[in-house]
């Protein structure tokens, strides 16, 4: 999921991302589980990266206002803001 914000990601060839991952059976406290294209996934706030966009090969899906609101929570808790 890419966090960082649309004016930044416009002129930098790199973003910010919070991975998901499928294996939903357990969450730590830097994770969220959210839906993407309808399955359970979880954001990984204890992994976030920056990668360069030519990794970034297709758009996967969007995740819904509530699900980016718990990614914003867990990202926040980890970074203590």
Request: positive net charge; hydrophobic residues 40%.
């Amino acid at each position: 999921m890419i966090i960082s914000n649309d004016a930044s990601n416009k002129y930098i060839n790199r973003v910010q991302v919070v991975p998901l991952g499928t294996q939903v059976s357990h969450l730590y406290p830097s994770e969220a589980q959210v839906t993407l294209n309808g399955k359970p996934n979880k954001a990984m706030a204890d992994q976030l990266m920056t990668v360069n966009k030519l990794r970034l090969t297709n758009l996967a899906g969007k995740l819904s206002i509530s699900d980016m609101k718990k990614v914003e929570r867990v990202v926040k808790m980890q970074l203590g803001l």
